[in-house]
């Protein structure tokens, strides 16, 4: 299996920018996907997520400006950002997600994004 990131990039506050997973292989049709995010010297964190039956959630910071969603026949999961902040920046990771060990340990390599002022 393999999720591959991309759409990273540099922009500045107020911008946009649209992350792209592709993920290759099976993964247990009960998980879900994630957005997690990691800025330095910070813990990854958790930015959205949307499960199987295509529920989604949200980060309290990000609600409102960050959009998920995904193509089931591409099997690529996406994430719209919007007016982004400079606290936003840091490396951007997909994953599978859910609540079901089958979930677990599937990472991609991360996609860097910038915010600058």
């Known amino acids: 299996v393999q999720l591959v990131e991309s759409g990273g990039g540099s922009v500045q506050a107020g911008g946009s920018l649209k992350l792209s997973c592709a993920v290759s292989?099976?993964?247990?049709?009960?998980?879900?996907r994630a957005w997690y995010r990691q800025a330095p010297g910070k813990e990854r964190e958790l930015v959205s997520s949307?499960?199987?039956?295509?529920?989604?959630r949200y980060a309290d910071s990000v609600k409102g400006r960050f959009t998920i969603s995904q193509d089931n026949a591409e099997n690529k999961v996406y994430l719209q950002m919007n007016s982004l902040k400079n606290e936003d920046a840091g490396v951007y990771y997909c994953?599978?997600?859910?609540?079901?060990?089958?979930?677990?340990?599937?990472w991609g390599q991360g996609t860097q994004v910038t915010v600058s002022s």
């Open positions: 949307i499960s199987s039956d295509g529920a989604k």
């Open positions: 994953a599978a997600d859910g609540p079901y060990s089958d979930c677990g340990g599937y």
């Open positions: 292989g099976y993964i247990f049709y009960g998980c879900g």
